[in-house]
């Protein structure tokens, strides 16, 4: 028999903070987007360094090499001063915090549910975790539950990418999630960067992501997205 996860507490109002647009620590890099609300919950702690993030997402249903080079690429940002966003969610998200969190750095978690309601319930203990070395946030009231439909999800995907100066995707499928979050980031103008083994990848399930990049016979990738074969290539892109 699987043994029952314990519950967290559920939050009071007193665990939980605002940060108001215009407030000194409300994310700068989504001032001046449009449909940014005026805000966020959070819990954790927030920092002016938080400036310097990069979002690294992809999708749910990932596999073991996705989630550890996840895990990687967000512990060698962290460790170079980086903050890693994520979505707390299963797969690729979960990898991510995972390592900025293993290798002492900052990590922060935008939910696209209320504080009160971890999802997915299995990421209960890393929601915990983040709280200690970075912070979780939703625009979300903390007893938010979700939409019909999961829309709420796909605003959330706005704040996470619109709060992050890149975005570097590692697995994702073209009709999904982390989809929808590529197009809100270029809508944006964020930088995305697609790890190569996406862009190489054989599977039809993600042609896409080569037509992203559209690269010329000279090797260059002048396209909407760029290659991501190593850290330095996310790293000599972002604003320390």
């Known amino acids: 028999m699987v043994k029952q996860q314990k519950q967290r507490p559920q939050l009071s109002w007193e665990d939980i903070r605002e940060v108001h647009y215009g407030d000194p620590l409300f994310p700068r890099h989504l001032m001046g987007l449009p449909h940014v609300p005026i805000r966020l919950y959070y819990m954790g702690e927030l920092r002016f360094s938080d400036a310097c993030s990069v979002a690294v997402i992809g999708s749910r249903r990932s596999s073991e090499e996705g989630r550890r080079r996840a895990y990687r690429l967000s512990a060698e940002l962290a460790s170079a001063g980086v903050t890693v966003v994520s979505g707390l969610a299963e797969g690729i998200d979960g990898a991510a915090h995972r390592g900025a ?32 070395q970075g912070a979780v946030l939703s625009q979300f009231a903390p007893q938010f539950t ?5 829309r709420n999800f796909l605003q959330r995907n706005q704040i996470l990418v619109g709060m992050s100066q890149l975005v570097v995707v590692v697995e994702a499928e073209e009709r999904s999630g982390t989809a929808a979050a590529i197009r809100a ?56």
Do not use: K
């Not at 750095?105 to 929601?127: I, K, Y």
């Not at 979700?146 to 999961?150: A, H, I």
């Open 101 to 132: 969190l293993a290798a002492g750095g900052r990590t922060l978690a935008v939910m696209g549910t209320g504080l009160n309601h971890v999802f997915p319930q299995e990421h209960e203990g890393l929601f915990s975790q983040i709280i200690e």
């Open 146 to 150: 979700g939409y019909r439909g999961g």
């Open 185 to 240: 980031a270029l809508e944006q103008g964020r930088p995305v960067g697609l790890l190569r083994s996406l862009v190489e990848s054989e599977d039809p399930a993600c042609g896409w992501a080569a037509q992203l990049v559209a690269p010329f016979p000279s090797g260059g990738y002048p396209g909407q997205a760029f290659v991501v074969a190593e850290t330095e290539d996310v790293m000599r892109r972002v604003e320390l």
